[in-house]
């Protein structure tokens, strides 16, 4: 990213952008373009989480199961997805 910050190399791809903006919880169109509110609220976090993809989330520990799912590393995730399906004795 410093080069981009030097000048040195092509503006950032959308994608890339869209990549930070996540990481750092800033909107896009702040990171983009200056304008509108920096950071992102808790609340347009958890309405983002509610569809979970195209899923429905039915409840709050849902959502907060999702969302610390999406903080933690894939080895972490896979650890989390299989201890819970163990829990529950099936699997999606």
Not at 5 to 26: C, D, F, I, L, W
Not at 46 to 66: C, M, P
């Amino acid at each position: 990213m410093s080069h981009w910050e030097r000048g040195s190399a092509h503006n950032p791809s959308v994608v890339n952008m869209q990549r930070v903006a996540k990481a750092t919880g800033v909107h896009f169109e702040w990171l983009a373009t200056g304008r509108g509110p920096m950071p992102v609220s808790q609340e347009i976090l958890l309405d983002s989480v509610k569809a979970a993809e195209g899923l429905f989330v039915y409840d709050s520990l849902e959502v907060r199961l999702i969302c610390a799912l999406r903080k933690v590393s894939v080895a972490a995730r896979v650890a989390l997805v299989e201890l819970s399906e163990h829990l529950s004795g099936s699997r999606c």
